[in-house]
Each structure stands twice: as structure tokens, then as C-alpha cells.
């Protein structure tokens, strides 16, 4: 007996790259593994490549037939048959996207990047300063950031205010910081997005990595502002839309040409997904920032939802279609709506109080144990709020699956590892995040549609239970 599985994988690469997705998957995927695949058979067509192969479990005699026709997006075909587990056919499609996600990330290292938001200043695209990284973590509930950021003010107050005030100092600050975290987000990133201003324009220039080199050595951040500032000027300062014809005619005014081939452009109506997510959360629009950065990040701060705030990096815009998007930010809607932040803080402020009563001759035996069995206690509860938050997000927007084929593009390098090394200390690590392989199977399991009466209790008991098969292997 037989069972016919079909799915496609993204290929967010231009005309010129689209043969090359075949020849990567075969050279770093199949070849890496001879004896896990057989009858390798590749089809170089004028329209259409094709690549075919047999993946094998030579332990347990397991086969499947993988067909990958190349295009925008990959039409993926998987053939198994009798006795093959669903989980191999599993592992299988996991790793072509992995290897997807390694081949977008090859020609990224030599893509120009050009974005705007109409009316919004013109300024490059970079990566985060630490200024910046710091900021995203303490306010994106990372809670070890906000531990660290405090430590050496926590010193200071103690040795010229006294136990008692030094105590109440520090939660005040803590707490006058969450309050205002949507106002310190609002004044310090890049773009707004509002209803009357809701799109970014995104153009991509995907270049062999010979040109690439020759740009940056020509062409410094000033120019490239310049350049984006030129096609600002020939396209929305007079209601077009960027487009890569106009971008190749500035390219040529600096004595620079770009294939056709090689461009790319995205048009994202932000404030509309935003709108959407937040209407199925039934919650006010929260406030919309961009951060011009290619990291794909997303992040929620606030005190209540009527105060909330949403970060979104043009990165996460560029990697992610517009449903995955909006099932990434079904889960920022989900500590939005939870009041997660305040939540943390909470959890924060009452270990801190404790630390200096109750558990205070804990402290004095032996600070340092204290400080590490308390952050893993710590991150392992904040891993049942971002659990929730995936949950949630599932049932709120109705698609599971999209969300966690969102979580392997963004997190394909961290999967990766999780893939090759022992999970149980990923569990216990100072990351208020699950590991990234127990998210994507909970929602790969999940049947819409999904209720669950009690999301946060489900959730640590889902976390509970994925720590404890942790040591299984």
C-alpha cells in the first residue's frame, strides 16, 4: 500500500536564482548523505527542472519517493510505502525545508535590500545595533536581559539607598519601565505604521556574489541612501509604486547595472494584518513600528492592550508570506491579550521581594546557586506564557501549520542545532522560548479547529511533558 503526499515549499528568490534551489539541495542535502539516498535523478529542463530521488532508512528498510519540481514555490511530491512511519515522511519534508531556508540564507549574504514606508524618513538597511538588540530582548519579555540591565543598578542603590529603599526603588523603576514600554518602543524605532500610511515596499536585488562585493567596495551607506532616496523620488513622492525598472535606471545613474532577472519586489499592507490579528483577539489595534533590520523578529510590549505595541522588522516581511505573518502575530496578540508583560514583571518583582526575605538565608549560603536555580525556574514558567502565546495564536487565527512552517523559516539555524545535540539543557537555558523543535511538532499536531478551555494550563502542562521526553532522547 502506498499514501501520496503533496505540499509546496517557498522559494522567496528571483527568475535568476530559481534553477540554483535544485542544484543546493542536491550538493549540500543528497550528496551529504549517500547512504540515505538512492536513484538521484536530475531533469534541467528550459521551463521546468525537476529533481527525484529515493530517501532510505537503511536501520528499519524505510523508503520514499521525493519529486521536487523547481519554481515560485517548490510543487513537492513524497511516495512512501508500506511500513514507512508518517514520522520519517516527516523528517524528510522538515529537512527540504531546512535546506531551503540554508539556500535562501546563501543568497542573502549578497542581496541588496531597499525599503520605505511613504513618508517616512529614508534611511539603510542594517543590521540591529547592540543598542538596539538589547532594547528588543528587555522589552520582548526576555527577562534575562532585564535581570542583567538592572544588576549593576541594583548595586548602586543598595550601597546609597539602604536595604529597605533600595528594594522599593528598583521595583518602582522595573515597573515605571513596563508602563512606558510601548512609548519607549514608539520614540526609538525606525517607521509608523497607521492607517492612512499601512504599507512597506520592499525591492530586492539578489545579486551574483562578485557583484555584490564590487557594490559595497564602490558604493558606501551614504549612497545607498541616496540611491533609496533617488527612487523614493521617481516613484512614491509622486504616487508610483518602487519598482525594480526604476530601480535599475538609478542603478545605471551611478554607473552600476542590475538584471531584471535578479530583482524582486513586495508590496505588505501592515496595518491591515495587524487589523486583522487584532480583531481576532477582540482587542484594540495596538500601535505599529517598523524596524528597518533584516533580522526577522516580531515583538508586543505594552501595559494593557489598549496600550499595546507591535514591533515588526522589514526582515520578517521580507522571509515570511502574509498568512505567516499574521499567525506570528497572532502570537504577539497573545501576550497582548494575556497581559503577559505585566504578568513577567510580576513574577519578577515577587522573586525579588522573596530574595531579600524569605529566601534571603538561601542567599547568603551560596548567592550564586541561588541566582542560577532561581533564572531556570524563572524561564521555565516565562516558557508557559510564550507556549500560550502558539496556542493561542492556533486557535485565534485558525492555522497551526502556517505558524509553525513561520518558526522553521525564521528559526531555520536554531533547528538545525536542536537537530544535532541534546535538548535537555535547551529546556533549562536562561530563554523564556521553548525549544524550537517541540513548538513546531505541538503545532504541527493540532486539528483546526482547536478549543481549549484553559490555554495557560494546557500549555505548562505541554511544556511539563515535552521537558520530560526530553530525557527520553
Not at 534541467?44 to 519529486?67: D, H, R, T
Not at 508518517?86 to 527540504?96: A, D, G, I, S
Not at 496600550?307 to 516581511?317: D, E, P
Amino acid at each position: 500500500m502506498t499514501r501520496t503526499y503533496k505540499f509546496a515549499i517557498d522559494t522567496a528568490v528571483a527568475q535568476a536564482h530559481m534553477k540554483e534551489v535544485l542544484e543546493f539541495i542536491y550538493k549540500y542535502y543528497l550528496l551529504s548523505k549517500p547512504k540515505n539516498f538512492s536513484s538521484v535523478n536530475k531533469i534541467n529542463g528550459s521551463n521546468n527542472s525537476k529533481l527525484s530521488f529515493y530517501a532510505i532508512n537503511p536501520e528499519y528498510g524505510w523508503k520514499i519517493l521525493v519529486e521536487i519540481v523547481a519554481g515560485s514555490p517548490l510543487d513537492v511530491t513524497i511516495t512512501s510505502y508500506n511500513g514507512t512511519p508518517e514520522k520519517f515522511v516527516t523528517n524528510v519534508k522538515e529537512e527540504l525545508i531546512l535546506a531551503v531556508q540554508f539556500f535562501h540564507e546563501s543568497i542573502r549574504q549578497s542581496t541588496l535590500y531597499f525599503a520605505w514606508v511613504e513618508g517616512e524618513d529614508i534611511i539603510p538597511e542594517e543590521p540591529p545595533s547592540s543598542g538596539k538588540k538589547l532594547a528588543d530582548r528587555l522589552f520582548g519579555s526576555n527577562l534575562l536581559f532585564l535581570y542583567v540591565i538592572f544588576f549593576g543598578i541594583n548595586i548602586l542603590f543598595f550601597i546609597f539607598l539602604g536595604l529597605v529603599f533600595a528594594v522599593i526603588a528598583i521595583l518602582g523603576l522595573q515597573l515605571i519601565i513596563v508602563l512606558l514600554s510601548d512609548r519607549i518602543y514608539l520614540a526609538r524605532n525606525n517607521w509608523r505604521i497607521t492607517p492612512s500610511n499601512p504599507y512597506v515596499h520592499i525591492i530586492e536585488y539578489q545579486l551574483p556574489v562578485e557583484e555584490f562585493r564590487l557594490f559595497k567596495e564602490k558604493f558606501g551607506n551614504d549612497v545607498v541612501v541616496q540611491m533609496k532616496n533617488d527612487i523614493y523620488k521617481r516613484s512614491l513622492a509622486i504616487g508610483k509604486e518602487p519598482s525594480c525598472e526604476i530601480g535599475e535606471e538609478i542603478f545605471e545613474d551611478y554607473g552600476f547595472k542590475c538584471s531584471p532577472d535578479s530583482s524582486l519586489v513586495k508590496i505588505v499592507d501592515v496595518y491591515s494584518i495587524v487589523k486583522t490579528a487584532a480583531s481576532k483577539f477582540n482587542i484594540p489595534i495596538p500601535k505599529i513600528v517598523i524596524s528597518n533590520t533584516m533580522v526577522p523578529n516580531a515583538a508586543a510590549t505594552g501595559p494593557i492592550p489598549s496600550r499595546g505595541l507591535v514591533l515588526i522588522t522589514t526582515g520578517l516581511l521580507v522571509e515570511l508570506e502574509e498568512d505567516e505573518i499574521l499567525s506570528v502575530l497572532g502570537h504577539e496578540m497573545g501576550h497582548l491579550k494575556g497581559h503577559d508583560p505585566v504578568v513577567l514583571f510580576s513574577i519578577i518583582s515577587i522573586e525579588f521581594i522573596l530574595r531579600f526575605t524569605l529566601f534571603f538565608p538561601l542567599v547568603i549560603l551560596n548567592p550564586i546557586i541561588y541566582i542560577i536555580v532561581v533564572m531556570a525556574a524563572i524561564f521555565f514558567v516565562a516558557k508557559f506564557f510564550e507556549t500560550r502565546a502558539d496556542l493561542v495564536s492556533a486557535m485565534n487565527i485558525g492555522q497551526p501549520e502556517v505558524l509553525a512552517e513561520s518558526l522553521r523559516k525564521i528559526g531555520f539555524n536554531r533547528l538545525q542545532m536542536e537537530r544535532s545535540s541534546s535538548n535537555i539543557l535547551r529546556w533549562l537555558a536562561w530563554d523564556p522560548h521553548p525549544p524550537l523543535y517541540f513548538r513546531i511538532e505541538r503545532l504541527d499536531k493540532m486539528k483546526t479547529p482547536i478549543k481549549v478551555k484553559h490555554p495557560l494550563i494546557q500549555s505548562a502542562k505541554d511544556v511539563i511533558n515535552g521537558f520530560k521526553r526530553s530525557f527520553k532522547g
